[in-house]
């Protein structure tokens, strides 16, 4: 989703603009700008629909020649854009203007009265260029200008309703940058050399030392070799903190996608999410999270958040009611403000999420807080705003996803939410040989799941096949339910097939009116207490001519096609499962010449509601 980076003070602005931009791909958007100034306030502005290596051979083209000029130009901003309000095209990329062109701000988040405030200012004077929310922030900039930045910005301010974070230049001061920040993301990297700003953190990766998270609400106003923090309207003091985080391991190795390498690396990451955490001779889980449980009494789990995070959460809510015996649930962050879900304080509110910025998430986070609710997190970034906010958690220890389509943080929330699971079991629930058995198996995951890596030529080979078809079915029961949501969900995102997802017993209750021969099944079916009733749905497609690709550990002569996968215990086997409608919506979206790392619309982190 949209990302800033922004630079000012004594070196030459584009370069690192540039490279800025490249640390902020990953997060997926659909087109990119840069906008440096030099000390008399001219600036240069290069704008490109497309990728950065786009906007990259423009900067080249426009720039041949001019290197000892650009010198002068010593600060700047740079935006990449997922379309939110008005297509992506130039005329919408950041940063945005105001109409006498002195006022250039770069956005992420919404103006959410934007729609009021454009109105007014065009009864008054006003021509708006874009079609953007965000062109309301200059324009209001100009018409309240004072002839001091910051004294305006906090005149404006007042006025944006919404999520947002902004940074801030103009002409009439060159010296001077202002970012704040409401809701959405913005760190402030203070250099030797400079000033640094990102939305990001991993933008600043590996080479930002002294670092300063801006809290909701705050602004940073930088002039010349200095800044100074405001929060309500007054200067406060933040400390410096060391940014901890490793930077992204950028390169694909001997892969084609980042998305297959991860695949991959799944394994690897089930056996480092036990390490020091399950006691396999004790038969025991224990961390610094399970600690500051054990005096909690919890007779409810509610597991909150959105996409594939959603679905671990669906999954762990089936575990807690089968395995630990307590009533659960899972809940989609989007809707959970509008059920007026009562605060219970037993009750376990557990945020999943592979990013560390879905706002969504952190929305319901936020509300839990203020009714001073109980909440764990499991997410993948150290110093991570719900890794902050949450009471206690388990990181996932899964390295970062570069792949828009999640996979190896879709297994790693499953197994932190498995091992949670367990160490919440409760002894009237289920015997203490069944509790063992499904710890034993756990220890089993990873090197079930290299067996289903190595049959991927056949996944591939039914890939093809599924490749020819505009519309699938995903169907399955009870934990392969939930799988079949996450096929579904990746067949969609990555090959662009229209895909649904239905538990299999539901299929005779309307989606059977779907039925024809070009709209296919895979049907998730394990050898458990429930093979027989899945072979009965197959009965029922197949007696209607519909096609079924069977993914299961026992050979069914009735499926047109089989996925043939190990036996493993049933609570183990999505972890199969799932990996092998990863690696088929993957062939899948190969077949079709996708855009695998980068499908089209999407983007790694989702920091707008
Ligand atoms: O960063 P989060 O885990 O909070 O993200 C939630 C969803 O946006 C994310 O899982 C999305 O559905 C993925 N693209 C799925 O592959």
Redesign the pocket.
Known sequence: MCGIFAYQWNKQALPILQRGLERLEYRGYDSAWVCVMDAQGSTKLIKSVGKVSELESKISKQTKGKEEELNAFTRGIAHTRWATHGVASEVNTHPHHDAGNHFYVIHNGIIENHAKLKKQLREKWYTFYSQTDSEVVPALLAEHWTGDLLETVEKVLPLLHGAYALVIMTTHAPNEIVALKRWSPLILWTAPDGFYCSSDMQALAGYATQTVTLSDGELVYIKNNDYIIKAEWKIIKKDLEKLDIKAMDESRGEYETFMRKEIDEQPAIIRRAFMGRVNFDEKAIHADATKYLKDKEIQKVVFV???????AGQMGALWMQNIAGIDASAKI?SEYMHQRIPTDPKTLHVF???????A??IEVLKHIKDKGGLTFGIVNVVGSTIATMTDCGFFLRAGYEIG????K??TA?MINILMLTLFLWKKWSLSYDRYTNILHAMKTVPSLMEQIIAQEDAIANVAKEMSRFNNMFFLGRKYEYVVADEGS??LK?LSYIHSESYPAGELKHGPLALIEESFPCVLIAPHDGLFEQNMSSMAEIQSRKWKVLVVSNRETEWADRMITIPSAHPAVMPFLTTMVVQLLSYHVAKELGRDIDKPRN?????TVK
Do not use: H, I, P
Not at 352 to 358: F, P, V
């Open positions: 958040g959105c996409g594939t995070s959603y679905n962050a999943l999420s592979q990013s560390w910025e879905t969504d998430s828009v389509a999640s996979t943080a879709f929330q969900l990746k995102e999407l983007a790694k982190s989702v």
